[in-house]
C-alpha cells in the first residue's frame, strides 16, 4: 500500500496485476460532542460528508456524475454505495465502486469529490481519508487528509487513464 501526500500521483497497475475492479473509500470520524453538557444535549451536530465522482473525457467535459442522489453512472461502471450520515463505524463510510473494464473508452479521468452536506466547514473534520482497493481486497494507495480549512467541499482525488494503465492522484483541492 502506498501512502499518498499531497498531489502525489500513483500507476495503480504497479500496485495490483490483472486490475479490473476499484473501490474508492471514504473515511471520516463522527464528531466528539464538547464538554458534559455538550454529551449530554449536543445537538445534530454530526458531520455528514458526502462522496461523489464526475466522470469526464480528455477535454475535462462531465459525462457523468455520481453521488448520493444519483447512485449508479449510466454505463452501470460506477456504483455508490449509498450515504452515511455521521461517519460512525470503522473503515470506509462511503463507497464508490468502478468497473474498469465496463467504463466507456471516452471516460479519461474520474474525479472523486467530497462535500459537507450540512455546510459544516473542514475545519471540524478529523481522520478523514480517501484509499483505493482492488478487486481482491488489496489497499493500494491511501491518502490522508490532513489539510483544515473553511471550504464545505474538496476533490479529493482523481483516477487517470493512461496507456491502458490507471493511475491515482491525491489531489486535496478544496472548493465551496
Avoid at 463522527?30 to 460528508?49: A, E, Q, T, Y
Wanted: with cysteine; glycine share 12%; net charge negative.
Amino acid at each position: 500500500m502506498v501512502s499518498l501526500s499531497k498531489n502525489q500521483t500513483v500507476s495503480l497497475s504497479k500496485e495490483s496485476s490483472a486490475l479490473s475492479q476499484l473501490q474508492f473509500g471514504l473515511g471520516w470520524d463522527p464528531v466528539k460532542k464538547k464538554g458534559l453538557l455538550g454529551g449530554l444535549f449536543g445537538g445534530n451536530d454530526s458531520i455528514d460528508l458526502d462522496a461523489g465522482c464526475v466522470l469526464m473525457d480528455s477535454t475535462g467535459k462531465t459525462i457523468d456524475t455520481i453521488w448520493f442522489r444519483k447512485l449508479e453512472s449510466t454505463c452501470g461502471a460506477v456504483v455508490h454505495s449509498g450515504d452515511n450520515l455521521t461517519g460512525e463505524g470503522d473503515g470506509d463510510d462511503e463507497v464508490i465502486k468502478v468497473n474498469l473494464s465496463r467504463l466507456p473508452a471516452n471516460v479519461e479521468y474520474l474525479a472523486f469529490t467530497v462535500n459537507s452536506f450540512r455546510g459544516q466547514s473542514f475545519n471540524d473534520v478529523e481522520n478523514a481519508f480517501c484509499r483505493v482497493v482492488d478487486q481482491t481486497g488489496k489497499e493500494l494507495a491511501r491518502y490522508k487528509l490532513t489539510e483544515q480549512g473553511s471550504h464545505t467541499g474538496i476533490v479529493i482525488s482523481s483516477l487517470r487513464r493512461n496507456n491502458g494503465n490507471w493511475d491515482f492522484t491525491a489531489l486535496g483541492h478544496a472548493c465551496r
